[in-house]
């Protein structure tokens, strides 16, 4: 697998959570590792917050200014509309040239270039601060705030810091968490009273915090648990001065707990401590800051729900507090009441914390994820509690072709190699192993693949060179190496060469040759390899009376090919032999019992009644066709589907059997189509895979649900 593609801005100079946002401001440097100083100009400090963690969500922004997602989407605060829980990262669909996001616990933040703020998700309270307390998933613009610098999210409230040093804030305001003297919620930006100089600020569950250039901390809102730190536990609508602390660069806000880190690298911690968050060694509260016992050199810290994170020059992270997730990634759930070193991490230059999980920015771009995943917020669409760091999966991009199975599905890169995702108990997955995987593995041992194909449970690819690879389920020899035996890894397929193109059926394989003709091998007990007998075939024979073929394709038990001069041939059906079916035909495919083709005059052939339907659809460039459904791709980029829809394969957004053609709804620019036993996929002009229909084994790479009934981008963004 490729390292994450989250692609994340080098030099972070602050990093923000939500329902724990950290702002940790570094002096610009070629060393990511040195504080910023309180003297450095502020706008020599905006904040570019590439990482930030929500309740059960997790956001990043990439060099591009495109945001990406993933995990819970019970509001929107994903932005897509297809799921509850996003298990894989997915680009959102704006702000564009965005440069910082925040997570609340179920709301979005993104600052974009221009100083605008701009919001997503829960809304109950107001805190996407467009005038309403209506929801949204998609974003709106924070009204009456321009000249933003800086963006922080807490569990209903919002805050962004100006660039003349301001703080404003929207949202539930019941412990006076927005600062401007009330308890009165805000559906706009409101002015923290009373605060100039702000160069950092972090925003918990119901108290905010923020750093003056004179390196004093000051805080408002809720102080149950001492919070404020300012040695009481009264809640103060105003902003109170935290005591004794001096020369701090960052600050992060949790639930009930405050982080601050000092210019000389140590950090200190104040407010609840029931599971040992302030990591002093104990379980007091405490209304006023007490060292982190152990730590030195810090560079960030997170806060989460009852955890803390901190990242040091070192590149290592440590780790305290609440650990019945395994958000503190020591392999372990016990609580730690001092810091513990997070296993397996090197070269980390930021960190961020949900309520229960755990995130770490790497030197080298890559992101990792520990704790809770329950609504998919690791991002490695696995959907199981992580107590050691895994990384953030990475979609493939630059894919060129795709092909989809009866449970499985691959993808063909621009680089030539082949990547595989779904059921697995046969090996048509070619990773070695009969694991299935929802996330894409790397076919073995292939290089230079121009093609593949997918059947029930095997799997072909071509290579540039024109030699051909099989792997999978090898009962009928569907495998072509002169063997039954299954093969987890690609074995050369014998007596074949100059391969243009291949198609499996359910245990039968085709090729076409350079020299036009067509080879066939496997099960043969209806006459699908077209080589005048009934006799299953381990290695590939010629099929009888075919030349000048183009293109094949292969259904449950019967086999087609399309010739050059557009006629159609068909073998099975009676006949051991290819004998001419139909012409006029630009495209033709063959599904598990039907077969359909596109004609010249702008009519589509289905022979799955009798007498076989015929459509009006022009512009069919390519068919394909599943389990008693069928798509045509036109040449304006659409795509149009009809038959059986139970799993929602034919992505109109219903589950509704359609005996007419409906477009594919959310498509556009499509270059390829793909047809599984019930679901179905894309490939766009830019490079993206879409999947739809049914994802019982995670065949549309996306994790839950079960099904989609509309396209929604795959993990292959």
């Known amino acids: 697998m490729q390292s994450s593609g989250w692609w994340w801005i080098n030099r972070v100079l602050s990093v923000w959570l939500g329902v724990c946002l950290v702002s ?409 192993s009969k694991s299935s995987s929802s996330v894409p593995v790397q076919v073995q041992g292939l290089s230079g693949v121009v093609a593949v194909a997918a059947g029930i449970t095997h799997s072909l690819a071509v290579r540039s060179d024109g030699t051909l690879w099989a792997w999978g389920s090898n009962f009928s020899g569907q495998l072509g190496n002169g063997t039954t035996a299954n093969w987890l890894v690609p074995v050369q397929v014998q007596g074949v060469s100059g391969v243009v193109a291949v198609a499996v059926g359910y245990a039968h394989s085709l090729a076409v040759r350079s020299d036009g003709t067509v080879w066939a091998w496997g099960s043969n007990s209806l006459g699908q390899l077209g080589d005048g007998t009934t006799s299953d075939r381990y290695v590939p024979v010629q099929v009888k009376g075919m030349s000048g073929a183009v293109s094949v394709s292969a259904g449950f038990n019967h086999s087609l090919a399309m010739r050059s001069d557009n006629t159609s041939w068909l073998w099975n059906r009676g006949t051991t032999a290819a004998t001419p079916w139909m012409d006029g035909i630009v495209a033709v495919a063959a599904g598990y019992h039907h077969t359909v083709a596109a004609r010249s005059d702008d009519t589509v052939y289905d022979s799955s009644s009798n007498p076989g339907r015929v459509y009006d659809l022009s512009g069919v460039v390519a068919m394909t066709a599943g389990h008693g459904c069928s798509m045509a791709l036109r040449s304006d980029g659409t795509v149009w589907a009809w038959g059986s829809n139970s799993s929602g394969q034919l992505g109109d957004g219903t589950t509704d059997d359609r005996s007419m053609p409906v477009q594919v709804q959310g498509l556009s620019g499509v270059l390829a189509v793909a047809s599984g036993g019930y679901h179905s996929l894309a490939v766009r002009s830019d490079g993206t895979v879409w999947a739809w229909g049914n994802n019982s084994f995670n065949q549309l790479g996306e994790g839950p649900p079960m099904y989609a009934t509309t396209a929604s981008r795959s993990l292959l963004y």
């Not at 993104?110 to 919001?119: F, I, N, P, Q």
Request: aromatic share 4%; glycine share 16%; proline share 3%.
């Open 24 to 432: 940790c401001c570094r002096k610009p440097s070629d060393d990511p590792g040195v504080p910023a100083s309180p003297d450095t100009p502020l706008l020599e400090r905006q904040v570019r917050a590439s990482i930030a963690a929500g309740s059960s969500h997790s956001l990043a922004v990439d060099p591009d200014g495109r945001i990406r997602a993933v995990g819970s989407n019970t509001y929107g605060q994903v932005q897509n509309a297809l799921v509850i829980n996003l298990p894989w990262p997915s680009q959102t669909e704006g702000p564009s040239g965005a440069v910082a996001v925040a997570a609340g616990e179920s709301h979005s933040l993104a600052l974009r270039s221009d100083g605008t703020v701009w919001a997503w998700g829960s809304n109950s309270h107001g805190q996407l601060g467009d005038g309403s307390t209506s929801s949204r998933s998609g974003t709106v613009q924070v009204r009456g705030l321009s000249g933003a610098v800086a963006v922080a999210a807490g569990e209903s409230h919002s805050l962004a810091l100006r660039s003349d040093g301001t703080v404003w804030a929207w949202g539930g305001n019941s412990h006076g968490q927005l600062g401007d003297g009330s308890t009165s919620s805000r559906s706009g930006s409101v002015q923290v009273q009373g605060l100039s100089g702000v160069v950092a600020m972090a925003a918990g569950e119901s108290h905010s915090l923020a750093v003056r250039s004179d390196g004093t901390v000051w805080a408002w809102g809720g102080n149950s648990h001492g919070q404020l730190g300012d040695g009481s536990t009264s809640s103060s609508s105003g902003t109170v001065q935290v005591r004794g602390l001096s020369g701090v660069v960052a600050v992060a806000a949790g639930e009930s707990h405050s982080l601050a880190v000092r210019s000389d690298g140590t950090v200190w911690a104040w407010g609840g401590n029931s599971h040992g968050q302030l990591g002093d060694g104990s379980t007091s509260s405490n209304s006023v800051p007490v060292q982190v016992q152990g730590l030195g050199g810090v560079i960030a810290v997170a806060a989460g729900e009852s955890h803390s994170l901190a990242a040091c020059s070192d590149g290592t992270v440590w780790s305290w507090g609440n650990n019945s997730h395994g958000q503190l990634g020591d392999g372990s759930t016990s609580s730690n009441f001092v810091p513990v070193q997070v296993q397996g991490l090197g070269g980390v230059v930021a960190v961020a914390a949900g309520k229960s999980h755990s995130l770490a920015m790497c030197s080298d771009d890559t992101v990792w994820s520990w704790g809770n995943n329950s609504s998919g917020q690791l991002g490695n669409g696995a959907g199981i509690h992580r107590t050691i760091p895994v990384p953030v999966q990475e979609g493939l991009r630059e894919v060129v072709a795709v092909a989809a199975g009866q449970e499985h599905s691959l993808a063909v890169r621009s680089d030539g190699t082949v990547w595989a995702w779904g059921g697995n108990f046969h090996g048509q997955l070619g990773d070695g």
